[in-house]
């Protein structure tokens, strides 16, 4: 989400200067793998081999495998089926895994990689791992800088890097007035040459994507913000186009992501929140292979900030990140974020025309992905990317079509789904050991087992150990 100047005493100021509680002690050097009987020393000369036993396995290309064995080698899957057909190689370290659900890990396509409280100073790496832990093993961020987008790609490079896999666009283009893009360094182009040296500057600086704003703002706040001319929203796709790069758009209100698609953008990062979707928005959806990414989390946010931060400390059985989400539910709190965003009323009215729009979008084949905008005010890591699965199934998508929204749908929208998205041989070895059927209860997602990623098995109580949470609800070690 981006924010505009809506005039100059706005209150976005006293948002960042707030505290609602943070992450105090960075993880500067993970710890997560699982304990020594359930890791093998890779041989000499070899790789380390992980046998999965005992699992059904949900997303493996086609049905569920009931009692089905996964066999890793190094970062890869090498082998998926039934435990009757499937050879667990002699030096394998088995895990047994009776009873529970192996799925392909998360994926969450907008995600800030910040806590969700108002502390402008964060420690992204930190949050990263707190990502990880709850089961989100590929994100995309889109808005950034460039040098911490050049942190988060390096530091994540790794199999036995212990956060998500990292994709990101750098920070947005938008228009000037806006506050977080200037934040992040974000491009400004008054022109169709400015729009292309906006352009090549990113693709130099290494982004898998381009992000264009086109938001007046008016349904969070009363105020109105500038947009983007055409003609220069129509040089800078065609501009990343021609440089091999996708454009993905802030444009939650009809009219402006009909703009944006018909320049020819290949995604909406937010659901269309002002009216219905008609015909003319799915065909466009359609005619340019774009993605709808729904950002249910953030609309229930701006339309009440107090209960959907109730909502997030509930599904938070650990009470990880609780202490910072139970600081929004405090009416001083609540004062204070609606104090910028002020026209929540209307949001929370069209709740129910956003969900019926993700489920006619879906019901017409658009690719739709899972994103939260994560990391946004009063929007939680880790627990709003499980909850937005759940808010897709409220809407109407079965669990199995919302999972897949996190999964190969998110490896299609960067074209990696030859390597990330499904439990097939070959492909990376990023998966979650549930304890639950997510499939009977979607919110099972956050019944986490294990997390492998690239072949590395980590325990997420691990995972978070060495690091605690400050604010409200106290500190936790």
């Known amino acids: 989400m981006q924010l505009r100047r809506a005039s100059p005493a706005c209150g976005l100021a006293l948002l960042l200067a707030a505290n609602a509680g943070d992450l105090a002690v960075p993880l500067t050097t993970p710890t997560g793998t699982v304990a020594a009987q359930e890791r093998q ?27 089905a064995v996964v066999v890793i080698e190094g970062s890869r899957i090498t082998r998926v089926g039934p435990a009757a057909t499937t050879a667990i190689p002699s030096n394998a370290t088995v895990i047994d895994a009776k009873g529970r659900f192996v799925i392909p890990g998360l994926a969450d396509m907008h995600n800030h990689v910040r ?47 212990a956060m998500p896999r990292f994709f990101g666009t750098g920070p947005i283009v938008t228009v000037k007035g806006d506050i977080l893009g200037a934040q992040v360094g974000a491009p400004t182009p008054e022109s169709a040459a400015d729009a292309r040296a906006a352009v090549k500057a990113l693709k130099a600086a290494g982004v898998d994507a381009i992000k264009v704003a086109r938001d007046d703002f008016s ?12 003609d220069v929203l129509s040089a800078l796709v065609s501009a990343a186009h021609g440089e091999g790069l ?38 466009l959806l359609l005619r340019n292979r774009a993605v709808y990414v729904p950002t ?48 929540t ?39 709003s990317s499980q909850i937005e699965l759940a808010l897709m199934v409220e809407a109407g998508l079965t669990p199995e ?16 789904d030859k390597d990330y998205g499904s439990i097939e041989p070959g ?51």
């Open 296 to 343: 249910l989390s953030l609309y229930e946010d701006v339309a009440d900030v107090a209960s959907w931060a109730r909502r997030q400390s509930s599904h938070d059985e650990r009470r990880v990140v609780s202490p910072i989400a139970d600081g929004f539910t405090s009416p001083a709190a609540v004062q204070q974020f609606e104090g910028f965003f002020n026209n």
């Open 41 to 67: 020393p890779a041989p000499t000369g070899g790789q380390t081999v992980t046998a999965i036993s005992g699992a059904t396995v949900l997303g493996a290309g086609g049905s569920p495998i009931p009692n």
């Open 246 to 283: 996708k454009v993905y758009a802030h444009a939650p209100m009809l009219q402006h992501a009909k703009d944006v698609l018909r320049a020819g953008a290949d995604g909406l990062l937010h659901g269309i929140i002002d009216r219905p979707v008609d015909q003319e928005l799915i065909d």
């Open 219 to 230: 349904w969070a706040s009363k105020q109105r913000a500038s947009t983007m001319p055409i």
């Open 345 to 383: 009323s209307f949001t929370k009215d069209q709740l129910a025309t956003q969900r019926a729009n993700l489920k006619r979008i879906f019901d017409a084949r658009v690719p739709v992905v899972m994103g939260t905008d994560s990391g946004f005010f009063g929007i939680m890591m880790g627990v």
């Open 115 to 161: 806590s969700g409280s108002f502390r402008a100073q964060q420690n992204p790496l930190t949050v990263m791992t707190v990502l990880l832990a709850f089961g989100v093993t590929m994100l995309f961020d889109p808005s950034l800088t460039t040098e911490e987008f050049s942190t988060l790609k390096q530091s994540s490079a790794s199999d036995a890097a």
């Open 401 to 416: 079509a919302a999972l897949s929204t996190a999964t190969i749908n998110a490896a299609r929208m960067i074209g990696r």
């Open 427 to 477: 492909k990376a070895a990023d998966l979650l050991i549930l304890d639950a059927d997510p499939l009977a209860d979607i919110n099972n997602v956050r019944r986490i087992y294990r997390v492998v990623r690239g072949g590395t098995v980590h325990d997420p109580a691990q995972l978070l150990n060495g690091f605690r949470i400050t604010g409200p609800g106290g500190a936790r070690n």
